[in-house]
């Protein structure tokens, strides 16, 4: 959903800063940003020999790949060896939150599993040179994401807490593994200590403050979002699938547990649980602690030495199936947004150079979101995934679009300040089409109480299905340009 979003920061870092007419609206310091900026300084490294959205479509490849394929390096290296439960581990690679574009975070959660096998192999040969290895990995990955060295720094623990079974009847030997288990995620605290020290702003602190927590709905949501994505019925039969195939396997002994990421997973549980969705700028938290503890307990697990053959083609032949379903079923929602984004596209080519432009949508009811094409809602009426096809117009327009993600501690964009009071920084939600008709509510960003003189085009997404407020009668001084169904592009000739 957000990856339209960071195409367009992208095409502003490689070109430092933007060209053109761009140059007006938007800036770079990368002061700004300690954190979430792995795949920016990526691309700004590579802006000389690389075009940015090659940066970025490899990234979103790495983002499917890197957690799969770090866990069954750690799986491997905890259980001695590559075992059969590794079919099962590609059922963690398409939680929401990589859905959502989340680039940066899903690629350090991969990470921190691939570092985490070097850590534990280093380990066992040079523990001095682990404890380097450690602060040095821990320095990566805050680049990637704060939550990702949470990651890693837990994961480090549980191999150290080691594998074998609790034993809670005396305190002794678990105050052991539990003082050890700390220590070795200590060294992952200096260089975290270095960033509370250095960075110029934090990311919790960037713009609005505060707790959010959200409904029961929206909790329930999060804890299910590593395994459901854009519809609920087919992601949801094909998770309790994988889930009877694991309750199965335990119920025969047919499985050998990690004590020390079992653990772990059941902390992340707990987490996701009880944390907050928001906590200033980032979101869905509970949603990434969820995933947290699905990742801890996939790669926790192995099939048991008394498993047969018999048992392991069973296992590989139905997480094969279970997971071709799944990426089945996304590549459908993929191919469903096409002529979705053509729709856009075409709007957009009709906008002059050095536009700005004002995204809203039409916004339906929840009866006719569950009826909407495939891959248009998360959980089939939930976030909008067409949410930032606008900024396609930065790139392609160069042009102003006040929902660039450029929040001071996680992004080094930075928006003009005689634009400032037009821009949402945080992406912010797009507002019904039927808001230009009305006073602003609470929930619309600040510049809809001045669209005339921030913005001089509109542009409406998700125009072919009805808005529940009813038929979009434009204001004076508003005319059509372009209808693609899908996409509207309107031109405000008054201000």
């Known amino acids: 959903m957000d990856y339209p979003n960071h195409l367009a920061r992208f095409w502003v870092i490689a070109s430092k800063g933007g060209t053109g007419a761009a140059a007006q609206f938007y800036g770079l310091d990368w002061s700004l940003a300690a954190t979430n900026v792995g795949v920016d300084r ?35 290296t905890l259980f001695r060896g590559p075992s059969t439960w590794w079919a099962m581990l590609p059922i963690a690679s398409w939680p929401s939150t990589l859905l959502l574009g989340f680039l940066n975070f899903q690629i350090g959660l991969g990470l921190a599993l691939a570092f985490a096998a070097a850590d534990a192999i280093v380990q066992r040969r040079r523990p001095a040179a682990a404890i380097v290895l450690r602060v040095g990995f821990a320095a990566v990955l805050i680049q990637a994401h704060l939550l990702d060295l949470l990651f890693y720094a837990a994961l480090v623990a549980a191999v150290a807490f080691g594998a074998e079974r609790l034993e809670l009847r005396t305190w002794g030997p678990l105050a052991r593994r539990l003082g050890r288990a700390a220590g070795a995620a200590a060294w992952c605290l200096a260089p975290f200590g270095a960033f509370l020290l250095f960075a110029h702003a934090l990311p919790a602190f960037g713009g609005r403050e505060g707790l959010r927590f959200g409904s029961f709905t929206a909790k329930l949501r999060a804890l299910a979002s590593p395994v459901i994505g854009y519809d609920v019925l087919l992601d949801l039969g094909l998770a309790l699938t994988a889930g009877a195939l694991i309750v199965g396997l335990a119920r025969r002994r047919g499985l050998q547990v990690h004590a020390g990421l079992a653990t772990a997973a059941g902390a992340f549980l707990a987490l996701a649980v009880l944390a907050p969705d928001e906590i200033g700028d980032s979101s869905w938290l509970d949603a990434r602690f969820a995933l947290m503890s699905l990742l801890c307990l996939l790669t926790g697990l192995s099939l048991a030495p008394r498993a047969g053959a018999r048992e392991a083609r069973t296992l590989a032949f139905a997480a094969l199936a279970v997971i071709s379903a799944r990426t089945a079923g996304v590549a459908w929602g993929w191919t469903q947004m096409e002529p979705q984004l053509a729709a856009t596209k075409h709007a957009i080519a009709k906008l002059p150079m050095g536009a700005r432009v004002l995204p809203l949508q039409h916004r339906p009811t929840a009866r006719v979101r569950l009826n909407a094409s495939a891959g248009r809602y998360l959980f089939n009426l939930g976030d909008a995934t067409f949410s930032h096809y606008p900024l396609l117009a930065v790139p392609m327009r160069q042009a102003f679009v006040p929902t660039m993600f450029a929040l001071r501690g996680k992004q080094p964009v930075e928006i003009r300040p005689a634009l400032a009071a037009c821009s949402a920084p945080d992406g912010g939600r797009l507002p019904s089409v039927n808001s230009l008709g009305r006073r602003p509510d609470a929930k619309d960003p600040a510049y809809m109480s001045r669209w005339r003189s921030c913005f001089d085009f509109i542009l409406v997404l998700n125009a072919d299905l009805p808005d529940a407020d009813g038929a979009f009668v434009p204001p004076p001084g508003v005319t059509l340009v372009a209808d693609r169904g899908f996409a509207q592009l309107w031109r405000i000739s008054a201000r």
């Open 42 to 76: 990526t691309v700004a490294m590579l802006a000389p020999l690389v075009a940015p959205s090659s940066v970025a479509h490899t990234a979103l490849i790495l983002a499917v790949l890197l957690t799969p394929v770090g866990a069954a390096a750690l799986n491997g």
